[in-house]
């Protein structure tokens, strides 16, 4: 099992900036990659960005130049620069794990005031 908690959601302006933590705990070693991912109020859940094991991100398009994902042991950051308002959403912190597939934490409210 692995719990995943968030944490550095908020409400900023627009062109601010805000830094996402996740940690992780328990079975932290049958974690494979790690991702963000965001939904926003009447529409589907997005992938924002992927960190893979080896270190290799992925990025949506709408955030590439803006959002940084980096990973420090078994914690998750997302760095997100010059927010838009359409950046709004909840963030979620997920884990691929090595034989369960994903899990994911409980959410954490970005809201950006344009």
């Known amino acids: 099992q692995v719990q995943l908690v968030e944490s550095g959601g908020g409400l900023v302006q627009a062109g601010g900036s805000l830094r996402l933590s996740c940690a992780a705990s328990?079975?932290?070693?049958?974690?494979?990659?790690m991702g963000w991912y965001r939904q926003a109020p009447g529409k589907q859940r997005e992938s924002v960005a992927l960190?893979?094991?080896?270190?290799m991100t992925d990025y949506a398009d709408s955030v590439k130049g803006r959002f940084t994902i980096s990973r420090d042991k078994s914690t998750v950051y997302l760095q997100m620069n010059s927010l838009k308002a359409e950046d709004t959403a909840v963030y979620y912190c997920?884990?691929?794990?090595?034989?369960?597939?994903?899990?994911w934490g409980q959410g954490t409210q970005v809201t950006v005031s344009s």
């Open positions: 328990g079975s932290i070693l049958s974690i494979k990659n």
């Open positions: 997920a884990a691929e794990l090595n034989v369960l597939g994903w899990t």
């Open positions: 960190i893979r094991t080896g270190g």
